[in-house]
């Protein structure tokens, strides 16, 4: 496999998972963030939760922004109780694209408002399946035009809501 | 979202550590949550230095320098954040090419003609006549195939929609002739106020998009001006703008004695300024029910709509359709 392929921004991964109209207008340099005061409020809780934590948001190849590096682990903070499909797959991505790198890591993450942690571990089925991804993510980023609006339950919190759903009658 | 602040007196600017200062001529300090800045108008005569200049790109704070009688004479723009270059280059292929071009150009012009029409509409004592003479021509659009005749029509309609200003204004205010350089009445200094203004919210609107303030379809692209500013606020001077002038003077809350006169240049004062930005101000997040988004869209947010319809009209995602008011 291409392996300059398979790099791609922990962030895309997500946005796949999530919608893939999504990843396209964002991989466009189409962002939202400044508008969108769900991401500011990530933004601070990232910011006040472990002050003590030295290795704060390393900076990997320009890819991968790893919240916390921590002796074996690697750890994602989430605000959100339920881990999302997507939020797992970033991680998963993390611990894979580290692999090929030859640097073996688990990941943790914390749950903020639950303050609960859970351990998650790379198997060769999830690394067949991030490959599956990171070749589609190139499709998709690769596309002319993006992928038609599709209504699915997360669009009413989504930050390009008002761009996608705008039109004139 | 975050507010527009406006600055009447002379005085400074400054940063002190992490905070704005303004500091007028009788030495009054007050501090400016600059976090809550979306824009800062400066009306008055301000000193300010680098430091602060170098400080408010970061919370993406706009200033906007007006003259000495209140018209719009630049913008302190922050450092570009929205970029995208791929945005960029599909907007420039639709200037590029004269279809495109026009077609773009001439929905601006046909939504501002719908905006102009619904303002008449609004009063009997608009005549007949000149509802349709202004339709009568707005038939003329669609054929069009240059964009110096689309200007022509749109000159054309624009003479029917002032003449009728008469019809509609109360109080002793009187238009001889829409004059902007520079205006010598108050109806005239009133509009051209207000369209400086309206100038600076599209640019704020625009600038947090990836749209490209300086690559317009109407107006010819220009390097004195943000171009693109002044096609979409054609849509929005007459839905905005004008309906604010009209309540402004029916309403009797403008008067005579809120106008100064200079050398043939009419112009607000700070009184009468004041109450024209209280007013705009208010329009602007006045707020509707939007029908295909259901949630409450405020009119400065319709702007921000604008350029996303823009948006997807350049990604070739979906054809653009200008805003037709229809509340
Ligand atoms: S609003 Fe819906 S369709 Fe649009 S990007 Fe967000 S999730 Fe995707």
């Not at chain 2, 100064?260 to 009419?266: A, L, M």
Request: with cysteine; charged share 30%; aromatic share 12%.
């Amino acid at each position: 496999m291409n392996s300059k392929l398979l790099k791609v921004q922990g962030i895309k991964v997500n946005y796949y998972c999530v919608c893939k109209r999504k990843l396209w207008l964002f991989s466009k340099g189409i962002t939202m963030e400044q508008n969108s005061n769900r991401v500011l409020s990530g933004k601070v809780i990232h910011e006040s939760s472990y002050p003590r934590m030295k290795k704060k948001e390393v900076l990997v190849d320009d890819l991968l922004k790893l919240d916390i590096v921590d002796g074996e682990y690697i750890r994602e903070v989430k605000m959100s109780s339920k881990m999302s499909k997507a939020d797992r797959m970033q991680l998963l991505y993390y611990l894979y694209y580290l692999k090929q790198k030859g640097i073996e890591k688990k990941g943790l993450v914390n749950y903020v408002k639950e303050k609960k942690i859970e351990e998650i571990e790379l198997t060769a089925k999830d690394e067949k399946e991030i490959e599956k991804v990171l070749k589609e993510i190139n499709k998709v980023v690769t596309a002319k035009t993006a992928p038609k609006v599709k209504k699915l339950f997360y669009c009413k919190k989504c930050a390009y809501y008002e761009l996608c759903y705008i039109e004139e009658e | 979202m975050n507010k527009d602040y406006y600055i009447f007196s002379h005085g400074r600017l400054k940063r002190k550590d992490n905070t704005v200062y303004f500091i007028d001529g009788g030495d009054n300090k007050r501090s400016l949550p600059i976090e809550q800045v979306d824009k800062l108008h400066l009306f008055g005569e301000i000193d300010l230095n680098s430091k602060l200049l170098n400080f408010l790109p970061r919370f993406g704070v706009m200033l906007n320098f007006y003259n000495y009688y209140g018209y719009y004479s630049g913008t302190y723009y922050p450092r570009e954040k929205n970029v995208s270059g791929f945005m960029k280059v599909k907007q420039a292929e639709y200037y590029n090419n004269h279809e495109s071009r026009l077609f773009l150009a001439k929905t601006f012009v046909d939504s501002a003609t719908h905006h102009i029409l619904r303002n008449l509409r609004r009063y009997e004592e608009v005549s007949k006549e000149v509802i349709e003479g202004i339709e009568k021509e707005r038939n003329n659009i669609e054929t069009t195939d240059e964009i110096s005749k689309l200007m022509g029509v749109e000159g054309r309609i624009r003479k029917w929609y002032y003449k009728s200003f008469n019809e509609i204004l109360k109080n002793g205010f009187k238009m001889n002739k829409r004059e902007k350089r520079p205006p010598n009445d108050p109806v005239n200094s009133l509009i051209s106020f207000g369209n400086s203004l309206m100038y600076t919210t599209v640019l704020g609107e625009i600038y947090k998009t990836q749209v490209d303030p300086t690559i317009s379809f109407l107006h010819e692209p220009s390097t004195k001006r943000f171009s693109l500013s002044l096609d979409l606020a054609e849509i929005f001077k007459p839905l905005i703008i004008d309906s604010v002038v009209f309540k402004l003077i029916n309403n009797r809350m403008i008067k005579k004695d809120h106008f100064d006169n200079e050398e043939g240049i009419c112009f607000l004062n700070e009184k009468g300024k004041k109450k024209f930005i209280s007013e705009y101000d208010k329009k602007l997040k006045t707020t509707i029910k939007h029908r295909k988004l259901k949630r409450k869209v405020s009119y400065q947010m319709f702007i921000r709509l604008e350029c996303y319809k823009l948006i997807k009209h350049f990604i070739e995602d979906q054809t653009y359709k200008s805003l037709k008011a229809w509340w």
